[in-house]
């Protein structure tokens, strides 16, 4: 339940509008000071296991939309992604994310449930499993929860009916996804979704609208990335003066608006912003971010799983990325929490 009041769309934009250098950093301090007081500085981390890329989807920004045919297709076994999320267990992480490309055939629902319970039954019940796994039936997202999935992401990508429309193939339906997100609400997931930030033909109307959304939907944790075009999708040169530091800042400027407007939510530093300044995630962080989800895929499947162009680490294994993230860390003054879920202040402490 929200506690705070519906953020007004006109001091969202006044926000996003700053640009003077001075009044930036103002803003990311008085975002830092409220993460301080509502979710504190412990970073927590989800340790994310992209499991396969095959998609039935056809996203015009993806890298691995369906019908890009430069990517080669892989889906992990059920011992791989159990090996790769008791790597993350062992090393203390708290939790993992499992995702993939979009599919909702049965056996694939079967294998999400079967990996989803065995990761329990090893674990016992200490592991917290996140699922990113796109649009199901409630039938199916039921079946997950009731196997030990208890965190949801699902990214709406846009909160405008009309946008989602100009980055989406006719049968992509927006509608169909706001309701996904209300059912996981009411299966009892701890629901997360997301935007982009800075896409084609947005608006910072539209970016207001996005974090109104987030407050309408009582939403819990929020994952949310600058939008970086991939060269093989039909958006690769939808903006053509393309800046990504522009881009950057305008991500850090959302994460800020989110924490001093939603305070108590989970954020995601993502790494997205690692793609587009190799601090993008510690900046994040002091912008108000307070969750970091560090790539535990197996190396040598991760070049087939770039979404965008330009991600990071996709030859570092995991141990690298958790000692170099250790250092990142430390060195802003902020300490990790281990062995936690880290489940969002938002949906575990609900104030009327
Ligand atoms: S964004 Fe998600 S659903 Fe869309 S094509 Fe990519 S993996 Fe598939």
Known sequence: ?????????????????????????????????????????????????????????????????RDNPHVERFKL?????????????????????LQSGERSDEEFVCFIENTVKALKERTDGRLGITLSLGEQTEETYRRWYTAGAHRYLLRIETSSPELYKKLHPADHDWQARWDCIRTLKKLGYQTGTGVMIGLPYQTLEDLAKDVQFFYD?????????????????????????????????????????????LQDINIASTTALQALKPDGRELGLLAGANIIMPNITDPQYRANYQLYNGKPCLDENASLCRNCLERRISSIGETIGYDQWGDSPHFTNPVN
């Open 217 to 261: 939907e009582d939403i819990d944790m929020i994952g949310m990335g600058p939008f970086i075009p991939h060269a093989d999708t039909p958006l690769a040169n939808a903006i053509p003066d393309y800046d990504g530091d522009k881009q950057l800042e305008l991500a850090l400027k959302m994460i800020a608006v989110c924490r001093i407007l």
């Open 77 to 97: 076994t059920e011992e791989e992604v159990i090996k790769s999320a008791l790597w993350a267990y062992e090393q203390h992480y708290g939790s993992v994310v």
């Open 1 to 65: 339940m929200n506690k705070v009041t519906r953020p007004d769309t006109n001091e969202i934009i006044r926000m996003l509008s700053i640009t003077c250098p001075k009044d930036i950093d103002a803003l990311y301090k008085q975002a830092y000071e409220v993460k301080k007081q509502f979710v504190g500085t412990t970073v927590y981390f989800r340790g994310i296991v992209e499991l396969s890329n095959i998609c039935a989807k056809n996203c015009y920004y993806c890298g691995i939309r």
